[in-house]
């Protein structure tokens, strides 16, 4: 670290917490120092090919190392999305590194590193290349530097297609109207093959220190009803009704025609509560009735969890057969924490079977909005009878959430710091040591308007929060692309203090 940057660190500092300072000073082994490992903990950071592109690989990695403590990346690999890669989303301020430009008209997504065709024989999915940066291979560009300094490097792949890519069409999921969508049907054994071929392909083409596997697809029913924080209700348009469906169902002895009888009216049921028409027995007992007459509807969304645990395990097998010592984790997504109704769906102790490391989201600066949002929309169907502020409190109750704020506070609050350690604790006691626990730490996830921004010292109690709780390290989330350094540097100051 040059002396210009390490006099802005310790300003930064001073201004952001006097407390900090004195901890500094009685300890100087905590300032920034590249020379000492600033924790012993995974401390991983999410970041994009395009941060490296835009604003070189040393000089990245630099920052990460010197003010996030950062010691394990996060390299956002595969994804046709723009949470985990792209520059900021657009709508957004820009961050105060990287290019103060949109990349909405070049941003395209796909594999970042060489496809090597060996890997994607059983699969019409061959031609993923992401075309963005030209040649570029961001694994063979970043490893080397990373391994120089010490550093670990997982390789991130997301279940995020578009519709327009080759083999898509014909390995996606079918809809209650028997319309193709643009997602994967995770039983189609095309797309069963793509997932552990690019596993295979990254851990055996290069000598990285795992996977990190995010898929943030929900059932039908969480679907139908909205009732994650992904603002839509989108009961008419459900899947997957494909043979490879089909084939399953019938296996477990579930029956198709009745599934799709259960999913039309329990969109007739959604349809019309969005119209206001209340059932006589009022909202819940319509819908618990719908489960009781068509317990397929549950067996349905239950089909769909297994078949991507299926797919999770295929991935852990596969990482393990290239090479023992690499290691398997999987994002937990946030609704994970606000539905007690998905929660019911996962044990943690199950996951941590599959899994050396689970990435449980804790995000709870954008938290607030996005719990908000899951409120709204299960109050707009199943608990339309209740006021949305007893609802939301009752809910807390349920979910042994502490004293957050109000709903019409909520996006502005944010969720506490009290809250990411209790989600962590949950975590930590659900699987029981069997793997690792690494919250994802909210840094700069883009928020509305009106929403809460996170000051430094929200950043510092998050990450303080669920290292304190007893995390085996952190992960700063989303991407590097849209974290502000004065954050990043704030989370930093967090692991050199309780990250031992
Ligand atoms: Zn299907």
């Known amino acids: 670290m040059n002396q210009n940057q390490s006099t802005i660190t310790r300003r930064t500092f001073v201004r952001t917490s006097a407390a900090a300072l004195v901890v500094t000073a009685a300890h100087p082994q905590l300032l920034p120092a590249a020379e000492a490992p600033a924790s012993n903990k995974m401390i991983g950071l999410q970041i994009g090919v395009v941060s490296f592109v835009d604003e070189g690989v040393e000089q990245t990695l630099d920052i990460l190392q010197e003010r996030g403590a950062v010691n ?29 430009e949109s990349d909405e008209k070049t941003f395209h997504g796909g594999n970042y590193a060489t496809p090597h065709p060996e890997f994607y024989k059983n699969t019409v999915l061959k031609q993923t290349r992401a075309p963005d940066h030209g040649g570029l291979d961001i694994v063979a560009a970043v490893l080397p530097a990373a391994r120089k300094r010490g550093l670990k490097l997982f390789c991130s792949i997301e279940d995020v297609f578009r519709g327009d890519v080759p083999g898509v069409r014909e390995v996606a999921e079918v809809d209650l109207q028997g319309h193709k969508t643009g997602t994967l049907c995770l039983f189609h054994p095309d797309v069963r093959a793509f997932w552990t071929g690019l596993a295979a392909d990254l851990c055996k083409s290069y000598d990285i220190d795992g996977i990190l596997f995010f898929n943030e697809r929900n059932g039908p029913l969480l679907n139908a009803l909205g009732a994650s924080h992904a603002q839509r209700i989108a009961s008419a348009s459900v899947t997957c009704f494909c043979e490879h469906h089909q084939k399953a169902a019938r296996a477990a002895g579930i029956s198709l025609e009745r599934a799709r009888e259960g999913y039309t009216k329990l969109d007739q049921f959604v349809q019309a509560a969005l119209k206001d028409q209340r059932p006589s027995d009022g909202y819940f007992v319509e819908f618990w009735r719908l489960l009781v ?73 954008c938290g607030g909005e996005r719990y908000a949002n899951f409120i709204r929309n299960a109050a707009s169907t199943v608990f339309r009878d209740v006021p949305r502020d007893e609802l939301l409190r009752f809910n807390n109750h349920l979910l042994n959430y502490g004293d957050e704020a109000g709903l019409n506070e909520l996006a502005t609050a944010g969720l506490s710091p009290d809250y990411v350690a209790r989600e962590t604790k949950r975590a930590l006691d659900g699987v029981r040591g069997r793997c690792l626990i690494l919250p994802g730490i909210d840094i700069g996830i883009p928020t509305g308007r009106n929403s809460r921004k996170a000051t430094l010292d929200d950043t510092f109690a998050a990450t303080k929060a669920a290292l304190a709780a007893g995390a085996q390290g952190v992960i700063f989330s989303r991407k590097y692309s849209e974290m502000r350094l004065a954050n990043l540097e704030a989370a930093g100051k967090a692991v050199r203090q309780f990250g031992k």
């Open 72 to 100: 394990t990346i996060f390299l956002t690999t595969f994804t046709y999305g723009r949470g985990l890669a792209g520059r900021q989303i657009p709508g957004q301020p820009f961050p105060d590194h990287g290019k103060q």
């Open 293 to 365: 007459e068509y317990p397929e509807i549950i067996a349905w969304d239950r089909l769909f969890d297994e078949g991507k645990h299926q797919v999770l395990a295929e991935v852990h097998a596969t990482v393990k057969a290239a090479r023992a010592n690499l290691r398997v984790g999987f994002h937990i997504e946030h609704v994970n924490s606000f539905n007690p109704i998905f929660r019911a769906t996962r044990r943690y102790e199950d996951l941590a079977k599959k899994a050396d490391f689970l990435k449980v989201v804790v995000y709870n600066n």
